[in-house]
Structure formats: C-alpha cells, structure tokens
C-alpha cells in the first residue's frame, strides 16, 4: 500500500490527507519529525521536507502541489463533478493560485510561526531549539491571522466555493490550514461568519472525519474543535 510521510500540525500533510479522502485514495500514514533529519528520509526526500507520498511502485512524490497535481492527473479525471481541478484553464489558475496563498503565504505568515512556538517549542529540547514562547513571534503571528481572515471571509461570502461553484484544492488548501490554527483556539471565529460558515461545510465532510480525531502529545485542541456545529 502507499505511505504518506506526514506530521499531525502540517498543513500540507493535512491538505494531502484531505485530498486523499476526496478521491477515495487509501494511503498508509506515517508521522515524521522533519526536525530529525532522518537518513532514512533524507533518502526518499533530499529537501527533507513533508508530505511526501511513496506509491505502490516506490515512486516519491514530495510536496503537497506536486502530489495534488499527480492525484488529479491519475484519478481526479475519473470524478466528474467531484473533481478537484476544474476543467476550465482559468478556473484551474484561480485554485492554483488560491493553493499558494494557503499553503504558502498563510503558512509562512501564520501557522509556521504559531506552531513553532507553540507546539514545538514545547517538544524540542532546549539543545535543538526548545523553549518557551517568543511574545514577539506570537503577537506577529496573531495579528496576520486577523488580516487574511478578512480576505477568507471575502472570499467565502462572495462565491459558493473559495474558487468558484464547487468544492477545490483551493477548500482543502485553506481548511487544512486553519484547521491547524483551530486546534490551537487562535481563530476567532465570530469575528468572521461567512468564513465560518464555509469552513463549517469543508469541516462535515467525510474526508475531514480523520484529521478532527487528531491530537498532539500533552496540547489537547480547544473544546470545539471535532464539533462539527462549533
């Protein structure tokens, strides 16, 4: 069977989960500790980074775009409506876009911040770069949260998908982010209904189900976060 190489607060590996479940592709989960540098891994992956998906014929695919990309190319043709790329170039390049803003720039402005002082901070020694929390590093992390809140918000209120009329790997991409920052309770959610409201949708889909159930050693998720009515 495949193994996705993943860890639990990665957005990306959340993302590939998500499309996984999407497509109906069953993978064995693997958590890695990027952190560690695995030889073993650093063979599969030079740049060390997650997710990365061996297939059956010990093919690695790493990265979450390069993977999503491969997923709709060899089973997304086959889902009709349930496909996650639409079939229209500019609706293509609308997804792809809004895949980057999440995956890239929501990551770097938010969630790599918040989880590295708060999650692995807290599991790393001091050694290799454990601690307690940076007050600056929080504070900056916190307030871009609210800035593409907004934007999401927009975006959520003005079109029935992020990308358009039906479910995307724009969706996946940006509640496999904010799922990160939900299980940490930094989302304000009543500050932003529509936003809300969408990720309520993204968040009662079957494919959701696996990723509601994780938890990270010694930091349980706020009380609503495997609610599925908030």
């Known amino acids: 069977m495949p193994v996705l190489y993943h860890h639990t607060v990665s957005s990306a590996s959340r993302f590939i989960r998500l499309c996984f479940g999407e497509v109906d592709y069953a993978a064995d989960l693997v958590e890695e500790l990027p952190w560690e540098k695995r030889p073993e891994f650093i063979k599969i992956n030079p740049a060390g980074t997650l997710p990365v998906c061996v297939c059956d014929n010990d093919y690695a695919l790493c990265g979450p775009h390069i993977i999503?990309?491969?997923?709709?190319?060899?089973?997304?043709?086959?889902?009709?409506?349930?496909r996650?790329?639409?079939?229209?170039?500019?609706?293509?390049?609308?997804?792809?876009?809004?895949m980057e803003w999440f995956l890239?720039?929501?990551?770097?402005?938010?969630?790599?911040?918040?989880?590295r002082e708060r999650?692995?901070?807290?599991q790393l020694s001091a050694k290799d770069g454990g601690g307690s929390p940076d007050p600056k590093m929080l504070r900056a992390g916190r307030a871009n949260i609210r800035q593409h809140m907004k934007y999401l918000s927009w975006l959520a209120g003005s079109r029935a998908w992020l990308a358009g009329?039906?479910?995307?790997?724009?969706?996946l991409a940006a509640a496999a982010a904010l799922s990160v920052m939900d299980y940490l309770g930094e989302i304000d959610w009543n500050e932003s209904p529509q936003a809300k409201d969408w990720y309520q949708r993204v968040k009662s889909r079957p494919s959701f189900r696996p990723l509601l159930g994780d938890r990270v050693r010694n930091i349980p998720p706020v009380s609503h976060y495997a609610d599925l009515d908030f």
Do not use: H, N
């Open 165 to 171: 009329d039906r479910l995307s790997y724009a969706d």
């Open 119 to 122: 999650i692995f901070k807290v």
């Open 84 to 98: 996650l790329l639409a079939e229209d170039p500019f609706q293509r390049a609308e997804t792809r876009r809004l």
């Open 68 to 82: 999503a990309e491969w997923l709709d190319e060899s089973f997304g043709v086959f889902k009709r409506d349930r």
């Open 104 to 115: 890239i720039k929501f990551e770097q402005d938010v969630v790599r911040p918040l989880v």
